[in-house]
């Protein structure tokens, strides 16, 4: 076996695989010659390749007996003794690969970009058949790590580190809930306390990067990683970092503006083929504004404007993801701007506030151009003439403090396509009464077709009556990144 051969053998006869698998005169790797007696060490250097082939992964290579033992770790060294990572031992490499960089060529085996991540001197504690076992001393990699072997095959391997984390190393949190906004219909006086963001036109999500991979979750909870592959070269642009972002996933208009509408077509889709379908004829882009967990640290406690230099420092900027600008001091000058670019609005950060996960803080505040609401259906009528028996408008609430709260109807702002999508999810949620815990008007009462109030939507509106009804209101789409328990009347503060 490569991995645990006997001290007798030559290095360069480990090396046949190796050279089989490569031409060198199509690929810029060190190829040494069989007649060249191979390079000799002193069984004590080890290096960390970042290999940016098919999949994302980090070569994992320690000096044996002439040749470098090598193992590709998909997620990268583990960082605390509680995770194990899978470690798949490949063909040894000559000593000359400690050194290399490079593009191998795109059909060569390994192509893709090769980086250097780290290097150094390794203590050998244990070196048998099954375990590997080594303390580190590089630029970045510090302390004892043991190599297992866990299957049968010579290649099924998994690595563990020994010792306990770096002092103050937070593991990366499975979940981190987004702060919320409190709405108001105007800026704050002391304009120079506050930053200013422009507000987009799209859904919340939360992206978690390891190990070069994304995992993206909705306001909700949801993981919707696979409706949204445009997120996985972002991941793999960080490399090995552990970070947690905040932002908006947006889809752009014929005009190049963040359109609800047009990301409307990309929220509902989980299909693998059609979501490839999709991101050629609505792609999306992530727009990042805040970083709340980075390398083991967390930034939930530090004041916006360090968490925005540490975003800033992390230079996120790709074909499907980009950090907005932010802006401070003169909030009347942004909000401006977005109305004049046909934007939504503004988001009005304290320059000193921590980050509250999962609360609604005036911390944080919202200011619209255009005035909407998430609301819960709770009902619907069917329409007249060619729509006759099918979805006219959909009566709508917002919960309150006894249940949900009738808020009217809305019957503009619909697409044919829309409606299909709608008839198709209210049709199993069908009920014999009322969801509504107040009244319903009888002019709607009469003919309405009741549904378990699940589904959230979202309307533009001109404004609430005293009565609690939205006036003019509008359908924008569904949100299905929200639940019924997520939605709140939005009126300014």
């Known amino acids: 076996m490569g991995t645990a051969r006997s001290v007798a053998k030559t290095g360069d006869a480990e090396l046949a695989t190796y050279r089989r698998k490569r031409d060198p005169a199509r690929t810029p790797e060190p190829v040494p010659k069989r007649s060249k007696p191979p390079r000799t060490g002193n069984n004590d250097t080890f290096v960390i390749q970042e290999h940016h082939a098919t999949a994302l992964h980090w070569d994992f290579r320690l000096e044996r007996d002439g040749v470098l033992v090598s193992w590709a770790v998909p997620k990268g060294l583990p960082t605390e003794p509680k995770t194990n990572h899978l470690a798949v031992h490949t063909e040894d490499h000559p000593l000359e690969y400690a050194t290399f960089e490079g593009e191998i060529p795109k059909g060569e085996y390994g192509g893709g970009q090769v980086i250097l991540w780290d290097s150094g001197t390794f203590e050998c504690e244990k070196w048998t058949d099954r375990e590997v076992k080594v303390t580190l001393h590089g630029h970045r990699v510090e302390g004892r790590y043991v190599l297992i072997k866990t299957g049968e095959r010579d290649r099924d391997w998994m690595m563990r580190r020994l010792d306990p984390p770096a002092e103050g190393f937070e593991p990366l949190p499975q979940i981190i809930r987004p702060m919320l906004a409190v709405l108001r219909d105007e800026l704050p006086r002391d304009q120079d306390k506050w930053a200013y963001e422009f507000k987009w036109d799209g859904v919340r999500a939360t992206v978690y990067v390891d190990g070069g991979r994304p995992r993206v979750l909705s306001r909700n909870d949801r993981d919707v990683t696979g409706s949204y592959p445009e997120l996985r070269g972002l991941a793999e642009s960080l490399g090995a970092r552990q970070v947690i972002l905040d932002g908006e996933i947006v889809a752009l208009d014929a005009s190049g503006r963040p359109s609800f509408e047009a990301l409307q077509s990309r929220m509902h889709v989980t299909n693998a083929a059609q979501v490839r379908r999709l991101m050629t004829q609505t792609p999306v882009t992530f727009l990042v504004f805040d970083v709340l967990h980075l390398?083991?640290?967390?930034?939930?406690?530090?004041?916006?404007?360090?968490?925005?230099?540490?975003?800033?420092?992390?230079?996120?900027?790709?074909?499907?993801?980009?950090?907005?600008?932010?802006?401070?001091?003169?909030?009347?000058?942004?909000?401006?701007?977005?109305?004049?670019?046909?934007?939504?609005?503004?988001?009005?950060?304290?320059?000193?506030?921590?980050?509250?996960?999962?609360?609604?803080?005036?911390?944080?505040?919202?200011?619209?151009?255009?005035?909407?609401?998430?609301?819960?259906?709770?009902?619907?009528?069917?329409?007249?003439?060619?729509?006759?028996?099918?979805?006219?408008?959909?009566?709508?609430?917002?919960?309150?403090?006894?249940?949900?709260?009738?808020?009217?109807?809305?019957?503009?702002?619909?697409?044919?396509?829309?409606?299909?999508?709608?008839?198709?999810?209210?049709?199993?949620?069908?009920?014999?009464?009322?969801?509504?815990?107040?009244?319903?008007?009888?002019?709607?009462?009469?003919?309405?077709?009741?549904?378990?109030?699940?589904?959230?939507?979202?309307?533009?509106?001109?404004?609430?009556?005293?009565?609690?009804?939205?006036?003019?209101?509008?359908?924008?789409?569904?949100?299905?990144?929200?639940?019924?328990?997520?939605?709140?009347?939005?009126?300014?503060?």
């Open 295 to 493: 390398d083991g640290r967390s930034l939930l406690e530090e004041p916006y404007v360090e968490r925005r230099r540490v975003l800033e420092s992390l230079e996120l900027s790709g074909p499907s993801w980009q950090t907005p600008p932010h802006f401070e001091g003169d909030g009347d000058a942004v909000l401006a701007a977005s109305k004049a670019q046909g934007l939504e609005g503004v988001m009005v950060k304290r320059l000193d506030a921590r980050y509250y996960p999962g609360k609604r803080s005036d911390c944080w505040l919202k200011v619209k151009n255009l005035q909407t609401q998430e609301v819960v259906i709770g009902g619907w009528k069917p329409g007249a003439g060619r729509r006759a028996g099918a979805i006219g408008s959909l009566l709508i609430g917002v919960p309150g403090p006894d249940g949900l709260e009738f808020a009217g109807h809305v019957g503009t702002g619909f697409t044919e396509k829309m409606l299909r999508d709608l008839e198709a999810q209210l049709a199993p949620l069908a009920r014999a009464d009322s969801p509504f815990a107040t009244s319903v008007p009888r002019e709607h009462a009469k003919t309405a077709k009741w549904v378990e109030p699940t589904v959230v939507g979202e309307v533009a509106f001109g404004e609430w009556t005293r009565e609690g009804r939205l006036r003019h209101p509008a359908w924008r789409g569904l949100r299905p990144d929200k639940a019924p328990v997520d939605v709140v009347r939005e009126v300014p503060q």
